[in-house]
């Protein structure tokens, strides 16, 4: 379990406002000018310790582990390794930076090898993802869209509250934060003519999310109990699944998203871990009606994690925050997603990503995706600059953020940030 009272001897992880103190220890996969090659890291304060120097110095060395894992460009081999490797590797990173060992803190040789600046670094896509799925879970986003859609007196879909509604979308394109993302072409339907047209989406919209790592696969034909899902989850990360809601809007009769979500997908560069997030659980939303019985699950499965949605537009200097909202307001928890995920045998692989769907809040202001805070464009968002937005516009940045705020400490994600360019010329 994770202490409050834990210090560290790297004092930048002290900050009241830091993401990255002792309690948190997200992974992730980085470079940097002394070492070009991507490998394995751990966030502490405004640095990396890079854990293949660690490993090579007889430091760490995760269970099971036949061969080294942490000088990879991606943390696949280590989730591989299972939850008893996970929980070691984070109980000896945690001893080895503790206030009190002197193990890594007076070896300063060692130290200066394994410590990197983070402001230095450049962060890589963590793991390798094979497969991709998005859900649809927030009750509130739900009825924010089939309200302004479909029917404002009946705006769930009767499956709606029977099921994690989902949809498997594309792995190729999910890139990490600070990766620009192009503004899509494809088939508009415009209400004064006939025929679609071709050109560059006119609705770009940001969907901040929350994804989850699988740790833990499942055989084919072999379904994951909900009571046992947690167990098959390495990790969060903070999520922006990027949508083209006018080519959405063409497209999604009769099948669904295609084109309008396929172009890009950013995702927070660490990975937090459960263990991490586990101080933070708190009661989901009550269900009704009951779920099937495979989607039961004793106990609180959602998690208290602040979020926010930022916007700059190109040349500004300050960003305007346009949404905070909270991941515990999801209707349906992550566990729940993944047993319907593989209730029909799907099998999953390790490196998979889930995202959560759209995170709406009850309010206006928590509304999770400019859709639902311009209610569809006609009530444009104010940015500090005096400007204001229907849509993400070409050179803004948008950035998602979230933390869970401890006592006296902070387990932050970082930044999951991606800068709109101009669309291909058609």
């Known amino acids: 379990m994770t202490d409050a009272r834990l210090k560290s001897w790297v004092q930048s992880a002290h900050q009241p406002a830091c993401e990255f103190a002792l309690q948190n220890l997200p992974y992730g996969i980085f470079s940097d000018p002394r070492n070009r090659q991507p490998r394995v890291g751990v966030a502490i304060g405004d640095v990396i310790l890079d854990l293949s120097v660690l490993e090579s110095a007889g430091l760490l060395a995760p269970d099971g582990a036949a061969s080294p894992v942490f000088a990879a460009p991606d943390l696949n081999a280590f989730i591989a390794l299972g939850r008893p490797a996970w929980r070691s590797a984070r109980a000896r990173i945690t001893e080895l930076l503790s206030a009190d060992n002197t193990s890594l803190r007076d070896d300063a040789l060692l130290r200066q090898r394994a410590l990197v600046n983070m402001a ?3 962060l890589h896509l963590p793991v390798e993802i094979g497969g991709y799925t998005d859900f649809y879970s927030s009750r509130e986003h739900a009825t924010n869209v089939g309200a302004m859609f479909r029917d404002p007196e009946n705006p769930l879909l009767p499956n709606w509250l029977e099921m994690p509604v989902g949809y498997n979308g594309r792995a190729s394109s999910v890139v ?3 990766t620009p993302v192009r503004r899509p072409n494809g088939q508009i339907k415009l209400p004064d003519q006939e025929r679609a047209i071709f050109g560059a989406c006119r609705k770009l919209d940001i969907e901040l999310e929350l994804g ?3 740790g833990k696969g499942n ?3 072999e379904p994951i109990a909900c009571e046992q899902a947690e167990d098959h989850i390495f990790g969060t990360v903070l999520l922006n699944d990027w949508s083209a809601r006018d080519l959405q809007a063409w497209e999604y009769v009769p099948l669904g998203p295609f084109n309008a979500k396929t172009f890009a997908t950013t995702i927070s560069p660490w990975i937090v871990t459960m263990d991490a997030l586990e101080p933070f659980r708190t009661r989901q939303p009550d269900q ?11 106990g609180h499965h959602a998690f208290d994690i602040e979020l926010e949605a930022r916007l700059r537009p190109e040349g500004a200097r300050d960003e305007t925050t346009i949404s905070r909202t909270n991941f515990k307001y999801m209707y349906w928890t992550m566990a729940q997603q993944l047993a319907h995920h593989t209730v029909s045998g799907c099998n999953t692989r ?3 990503l889930m995202g959560s769907g759209t995170i709406s809040g009850p309010t206006p202001d928590s509304y999770g995706s400019l859709l639902e805070l311009t209610w569809g464009g006609k009530n444009p968002v104010a940015l500090r600059t005096g400007a204001t937005r229907s849509f993400a516009e070409d050179g803004d940045e948008l950035t998602l953020t979230g933390w869970c705020q401890g006592d006296g400490y902070r387990v932050g994600f970082g930044r999951c940030t991606g800068k709109v360019v101009a669309a291909y010329p058609a």
């Open 120 to 122: 230095e670094a450049t």
């Open 176 to 178: 990490v934060s600070g």
């Open 212 to 214: 989850f790592i699988i």
């Open 219 to 221: 055989a084919l034909g």
């Open 288 to 298: 009704s009606p009951e779920p099937l019985a495979y989607l039961r699950h004793a």
């Open 350 to 352: 390790i490196g998979d």
